[in-house]
């Protein structure tokens, strides 16, 4: 657990209502949290309510990661129903639960019922299905539908991450009908940008825009200012796939429907953003062999997690040391050949992580398909030969001067060549591969395209010393 001075977050300068929370760096004021933290040990109610209870969700979700456990359950406790359940949105999976476990059901049930239907989904998907269950029957009938239908897609898809809060109105309604309901009906969503035409089955017909509302007379009917909504996401579309429309489209908000076309929710962009931030952080966790980690962890979940691919890797190093193996004798014979075998395999993988990266992230964001792939596994492999090239006259020359042998320099320097061309064909090719399969390229490339320049660069290097040097 971090203290909770070394608590840091991306944010800009503090100005303004923040400059008392945050410090000139981003970083959350120790003045502050020990302000905080003294409110809570002394119960003094009254000082965190004025302190905390108007700060926006993600400064209280700040606050809650920086706080020890403790006093974060402390905190929760004590303010009581002016907490606002929407924070544990922007705080990691751990701390979330580990607050949620300490309240009451019929508490969670309360809050649930002023939350967006898709903030109040997020907070429940991780609990376990009996206090779920629980926690929904406590709830008016319609938002218990609502959540449910929800919470029955499958987690990341758009149906999981929709808001179920929306404005429709059917066709024969006039702009003037529209702008009234949306005056008088208190039951409407906070904000929205689109107002979703609907038959009486629910069917989506089309939307308008709230700009074009304005720009309308009160007198026209709906149905003939509407637009046909061309980007109407599927319920069980990935979060992924939907984020990819929105990015390409330019939206701010897209209906949700259902198999038969119904309309059963609204995608907004807020969501959007943090499905972006969600997957790039997962593809670049699962690059490294980590999975879905969060700083919050435990000592012992974090271990289990790193385990399997840290098993994987000691496999495939031992692939690697067998391949030294095999010119035992030559490293008997010329001992420096021991002192640069790091240096090939060391820039071998590092160029084929390069490669790999782009590849990855290229895939992720369907930049790279089977139209453009020859272009680029060309360039990749230039790029290789190149950089090869390069280093190979760098380390050739530092070796020779090194060992006073310019035989080794050569040797090295072919080595290089040869490791960093295959680096960048398994840099691109490996994800390409694995993609083709249907596996996660984030997860399994990076094992794999060290394992290959590992033993291609000791292979080479070795080999070529072995041959130069006529060692048996």
Do not use: C
């Amino acid at each position: 657990m971090e203290s909770p001075d070394e608590h840091k977050t991306e944010r800009p300068a503090a100005e303004g209502a923040n400059a008392d929370i945050y410090g000139e760096d981003g970083v959350i004021r120790a003045s502050y949290l020990a302000h905080i933290g003294a409110a809570i040990a002394d119960r003094d109610t009254l000082t965190l309510k004025q302190d905390v209870g108007d700060l926006h969700q993600s400064e209280l979700g700040d606050l809650l990661e920086a706080l020890l456990p403790e006093q974060r359950r402390a905190l929760v406790g004590l303010l009581g129903s002016d907490f606002d359940f929407s924070s544990l949105t922007e705080v990691d999976e751990a701390i979330r639960m580990d607050i949620v476990d300490n309240l009451p059901n019929a508490q969670i049930a309360q809050a649930v019922q002023e939350l967006d239907s898709d903030d109040a989904v997020y907070i429940l998907e991780d609990l376990d299905q009996e206090d779920q269950d629980e926690i929904l029957s406590q709830l008016p009938f319609t938002e218990r539908i609502r959540l449910r239908r929800s919470l029955d897609y499958l987690e990341e898809t758009a149906g999981r991450r929709m808001q179920t809060e929306f404005v429709a109105v059917p066709p024969f309604w006039t702009i003037g009908q529209t702008i009234d309901y949306m005056r008088d009906d208190k039951n409407l969503p906070d904000r929205f940008s689109q107002i979703f035409v609907i038959d009486p089955t629910f069917k989506l017909l089309g939307a308008i825009d709230l700009d074009q509302i304005l720009r309308t007379r009160r007198a026209v009917k709906v149905e003939e200012v509407m637009h046909e909504t061309r980007h109407a996401i599927p319920a069980t579309m990935d979060q992924e796939e939907a984020a990819r429309e929105f990015e390409q489209y330019d939206l701010l908000s897209a209906a949700v429907v259902d198999e038969n076309e119904r309309l059963v929710g609204v995608l907004t962009i807020d969501d959007v953003v943090d499905v972006i931030q969600q997957e790039a952080e997962e593809d670049l966790l699962r690059m490294g062999g980590v999975g879905d980690e969060e700083l919050s962890d435990s000592v012992l979940s974090t271990s289990r997690s790193r385990v399997p691919w840290l098993l994987v890797n000691l496999v495939t190093a031992f692939l690697a040391a067998s391949v030294i193996g095999l010119f035992d004798n030559t490293i008997q014979h010329i001992v420096a050949l021991a002192v640069l075998m790091p240096i090939v395999a060391g820039m071998g993988g590092n160029a084929g992580s390069q490669t790999m990266t782009v590849t990855v992230r290229a895939l992720a964001t369907r930049d790279l398909d089977i139209y453009n792939s020859w272009r680029v596994i060309r360039r990749e492999v230039g790029v290789g030969f190149i950089n090869g090239a390069i280093f190979a006259v760098l380390i050739g020359i530092v070796a020779g001067l090194w060992f006073q042998d310019y035989n080794l320099g050569g040797i090295i320097a072919a080595a290089m060549i040869i490791n960093m061309f295959a680096a960048a064909l398994a840099g691109i090719l490996i994800p390409l591969t694995l993609d083709r399969f249907d596996i996660d390229p984030a997860v399994a490339s990076a094992v794999f395209v060290t394992t290959v320049t590992d033993v291609v660069g000791f292979f080479a290097f070795l080999g070529l010393a072995t041959w130069w040097f006529g060692v048996s």
